[in-house]
């Protein structure tokens, strides 16, 4: 079926970290830094997870604990330094250049399994990232003068890595970590990192305890952290990665696409900023795109699309596939 359970989670997932701008939007309009928009929303998600990440690593131990290098290298990597680089990059350009960059992690991701693989996409799925990335273009509405700057490109190609490898880590159907404990234990470790590069003065925090304005009422503070917080964050990356095991680490990441397409509704809805018509027409070309990669995906194998894992315990995978491996 081109719908599936994995494919409505990974809408879902989409939608909910689409609420992410809105919510801090409100933040900075009251004098809210990024850095600490991104230290409420990670150090608070990392605590709402605090107790059962600690309940699943202790009933788990003896199966997760070859692999928490790895829950540490998602912290850093897909949740940390994601955020960073996406921000130093708007520090650079224009917001919707610098999404623009962000969201090639599609691309690389199919240009990563053509390199893996050494099988050439097929044509289905070309047609489709052109169309999704063609979408992607008209729905951050590019037209105008934009700033250009080698550096935000820079970063924002970097941000495009720490989001392919998000995709990558996040599809292993096989991992025996639990979701809460890579959400959970990520968040932890991304927070530690996001605070201490605030302490350390590199990235500059500063936020106020100003009531903002959140879909035209004022509300207190809390209520858009708490919507950075367990809206945007725990509950999208748990599911995001239960989603993204189901369906692979390509299509999913085409799937993430939406959450610009949602952007765009969740701004008109809750701050009043009508979409053009030339971002309904790429929500279009965005949803045919994906359409597109999802039909090739079926069509190569009738479970789920392949994932391209990135193995960080090559030595436990090693000795698992010998102990498959049928004896002569």
């Known amino acids: 079926m081109l719908a599936s359970p994995a494919l409505l989670l990974a809408l879902i997932s989409a939608a909910a970290f689409a609420l992410s701008g809105s919510f801090a939007k409100s933040l900075f309009d009251v004098g809210w830094s990024p850095g600490a928009a991104v230290a409420a929303r990670i150090g608070g998600a990392a605590a709402v997870l605090l107790i059962p990440v600690?309940?699943?690593?202790?009933?788990?131990?003896?199966?997760?604990?070859?692999?928490?290098?790895?829950?540490?290298?998602?912290?850093?990597v897909p949740i940390a330094l994601c955020q960073l680089f996406y921000f130093n990059a708007v520090q650079h350009l224009s917001v919707g250049v610098a999404l623009l960059l962000e969201y090639l992690s599609p691309v690389l991701l199919v240009g990563w399994a053509w390199a893996m693989t050494r099988q050439r996409p097929r044509v289905l799925t070309i047609i489709g990232a052109i169309s999704a990335m063609a979408g992607l273009v008209l729905v951050l509405d590019l037209a105008g003068s934009q700033k250009v700057s080698v550096e935000g490109i820079l970063w924002g190609l970097a941000a495009a890595v720490c989001s392919a490898v998000y995709f990558i880590m996040s599809a292993r159907s096989g991992d025996n970590v639990p979701p809460i404990l890579m959400a959970g234990g990520g968040m932890a470790v991304g927070a530690v990192m996001i605070i201490g590069?605030?302490?350390?003065?590199?990235?500059?925090?500063?936020?106020?305890?100003?009531?903002?304005v959140f879909a035209g009422t004022q509300v207190h503070w809390?209520?858009?952290?708490?919507?950075?917080?367990?809206?945007?964050?725990?509950f999208a990356y748990v599911v995001g990665i239960v989603s993204t095991r189901g369906l692979g680490s390509k299509v999913a990441s085409f799937v993430a696409l939406f959450e610009v397409l949602f952007a765009v509704v969740w701004a008109w809805i809750l701050l009043g900023e009508l979409p053009r018509a030339i971002q309904l027409l790429g929500g279009v070309a965005i949803m045919g795109g994906v359409v597109l990669v999802r039909l090739d995906e079926l069509r190569g194998s009738p479970r789920r699309g392949p994932s391209y894992p990135?193995?960080?315990?090559?030595?436990?995978?090693?000795?698992?596939?010998?102990?498959?491996?049928?004896?002569?």
């Open 54 to 76: 600690i309940f699943t690593l202790v009933r788990n131990w003896a199966a997760v604990k070859g692999s928490l290098g790895r829950v540490a290298i998602y912290g850093v």
């Open 222 to 234: 809390l209520v858009p952290v708490l919507g950075l917080v367990l809206i945007t964050t725990v």
């Open 310 to 328: 990135v193995d960080l315990d090559a030595d436990l995978t090693a000795e698992k596939l010998a102990a498959e491996t049928p004896q002569p």
């Open 197 to 212: 590069l605030g302490i350390a003065g590199i990235l500059p925090m500063a936020f106020t305890f100003e009531h903002p």
